[in-house]
């Protein structure tokens, strides 16, 4: 059943940012390339480029976040775009106010884009649905759904890392379920064509569905980290343990925590990878979070550089060979 | 009065009837056949030729939202819309607010559908006082009041005890209770069928287990208790499995579907259509399928609009902050139509899933167009193509995922008791 993919336009172009599935390689080797051409702006004197000189690009959170809209922010500032933080608590769109009124109210400020996050799973897809057709919308993470931005910057990092991903083996472990940057992980890593994903963690984090995503699950660690390149580490929310979903965090740990001797077991050249903010102790030791196979930091400065190139590409600028994206 | 309908192929599962003939009506029952009763004079002639007359549609599941949310419809606006969809016969779940817990809501709710007059209103009586599944209401007395049935809606009944309880003191007095098999813990928070397309969307599950495992705890009531229980809308496949065992078993139990179950799965739910927002959850193809088988083999006696009316808000959020259900009366007949159409049924064993089938859950004398029984009568022109549009629903709620598809056959006439429900606007016969 071939549906309408919402987030392009007649030509083919990304016109909205919500999630990388349905997305074809080129169009994410392109959002790649461009944030490559951006790295160098941050070693500039000058950080700040104009191709968004008179753009308003609004950040919409009703969820808190402080890492995911500061870089955000920053991006669309070394933009050069004016840029506004509207923080909303859940609570206040149920004390009246629809989420579509709000909509409407920011329109009539004249703004050109949309950075949502939202605790419901589609959010994105429902703003994107109801704006001006001039508006672009960014998901900056929807409920369980997606984080696409996330997951480009984490390509970004592996490819910076490792070169090519044809032949790479990828672990994901943890939360799965409840992860809507694994799920946008997942599709980019097989949209770019990954030889393996796994994902590791219990079955109350992995349900057995997860293998139609294209992923191999595995239970244990130490047979699901043999011999790969990158492992991707997931928070692990605390409310999970109030739940009956995992009996502690120290079992936790002991199980799916990220130590020494776990990592041991990966490639040796294998680089850690962990969205943040992290739960030393919990899914990761401290000794391999700082350790030299660590690339955390790294994460979020790439974040920066892929949210430019998001954003400019959604405002129309063209990087390379976009033009063949639609083919 | 006295009303002839004349030339339609009349079509009567419950009487085995499938030919061409005049229906004479007198005194709101069917008075003859065929041939005119002796000195038989019309006050009234309706043409049905080329048309199919069958018994009024009796839908087992309808909210009306009065008393309560009459910003989402009302007993005026939801019964004319199932009028004009065919219906004469229609049961409205306790969930009203306030609940059907007292014979006032019960007769509140009668009274206001005499004075519409458009379709026979059955209320379902509160299972449990206020629907918390601690104490048992007063079931002889509401069934006094004109309570059909007994059921706790949606609304869970966690202690077994309680629920045992219920059942015992139903089968006491011959009452059917209506469950809706939910695990309230297993469904907790979710708002999609737990599989790969709910996995994909980020949305909440609701296991198929949420669905059996009530199912098992009430049969296993059943056979302990004797009561006649009646599933509603069920949405599983393993769901009509233990169903069809426990019929070959001699237990008293039969079910329902909503016909939208026949019709659309998770797949629909790809882009997150809040249309398609329903409870118990749009299921895989899998479970569509032996749906359809379970309507065919006859496990599943009855289909059922499950209609549930709107206001626009409540439809216009992120999925899972929207609510669930489908503004449905008028496709109830449509939508069953299409199954004879797929090659699933004959097109009298549809008719029987929509009138004699769900008379005989009630027990009711209706559902048939024998002689000296109810002239409730649907008229529909097979041939008319048509498709349903905002502005063409009759029903308050727009929220149907049905809108823009194109349907064969249409209501041209109801009538509830000889008397005209609905007629089609210049249905140019």
Known sequence: ?327 | MKILIKGGRIIDPANKLDAQHDLFIDKGLIAAIGQAPDGFSADQVIDASGQIVIPGLIDLQARLREPGQEHKGTIESETRAAASGGITTLCCPPDTIPIIDTPAVAKLILERAKQTNRVHVLPIGALTTGLKGEHLSEMHTLHEAGCIAFSNSDAPISNTLVLRRAMEYAASHGLTLFMHANDKWLAQGGVAHEGPVGLRLGLAGIPESAETVEVARILALVEQTGARVHFGQLSTGRAVEMLQRARQRGLPVSADVAVHQLHLTEMDLLDYNSYCHVLPPLRSQRDRDALRSGLKDGTIIAICSDHQPHDVDAKQAPFADTEAGISAVETLLPLTLRLVDDGLLELSEAIAKLSHGPAKILGLNAGHLGLDGRADVCIFDPDTHWSLQEDNMQSQGKNSPFLAWDFKGQVTHTLRAGRLSYQKPESGR
Not at chain 1, 238 to 263: D, I, N, Q, T, V
Request: glycine content about 6%; charged content about 20%; overall charge neutral.
């Open chain 1, 1 to 327: 059943m071939k549906r309408h993919n919402i987030q392009l336009n007649e030509a083919g172009e990304l016109h909205h940012f919500l999630d990388v599935e349905g997305l074809k390689r080129e169009l994410l080797v392109n959002i790649l390339d461009a944030a490559e051409s951006f790295t160098s702006v941050k070693a500039q004197q000058v950080k700040k480029v104009p191709l968004l000189r008179g753009k308003a690009i609004v950040n919409l959170f009703f969820e808190p976040s402080t890492r995911t809209r500061n870089t955000f922010e920053l991006a669309a500032k070394r933009l050069s775009a004016d840029t506004l933080n509207v923080n909303i608590s859940t609570s206040a769109t149920s004390k009246g106010e629809t989420l579509l009124d709000m909509l409407n109210n920011l329109e009539a400020m004249h703004c050109d884009m949309f950075v949502v996050r939202h605790a419901q799973s589609g959010a994105a897809h429902f703003i994107a649905q109801h704006v001006a057709p001039h508006i672009s919308v960014i998901n900056a993470g929807d409920g369980s759904h997606a984080h696409p931005t996330q997951a480009m910057l984490d390509m970004f990092t592996i490819r910076r890392h490792k070169g090519a991903f044809a032949d790479l083996k990828v672990a994901i472990v943890g939360d799965i379920l409840h992860s809507r940057v694994a799920r946008s992980q997942i599709h980019a890593l097989t949209t770019l064509g990954v030889t393996e994903v796994r994902v590791i963690g219990p079955k109350t984090l992995i349900p057995d569905d997860t293998a139609s995503l294209g992923v191999h699950i595995y239970h244990d660690i130490w047979e699901g980290l043999r011999d790969v390149d990158v492992v991707i580490m997931l928070r692990l929310q605390k409310e999970r343990m109030s739940g009956a979903l995992l009996p502690s965090e120290h079992e936790y740990f002991k199980l799916y925590g990220l130590s020494p001797e776990k990592l041991a077991i990966a490639k040796p050249d294998a680089i850690v990878m962990h969205p943040g903010p992290i739960n030393r102790g919990v899914e990761i030791s401290s000794e391999v979070a700082d350790g030299p196979q660590s690339v955390i930091l790294e994460q979020v400065s790439n974040g920066i550089a892929v949210r430019m190139a998001v954003m400019s590409i959604l405002m129309g600028q063209t990087f390379g060979k976009e033009k063949g994206a639609s083919e």
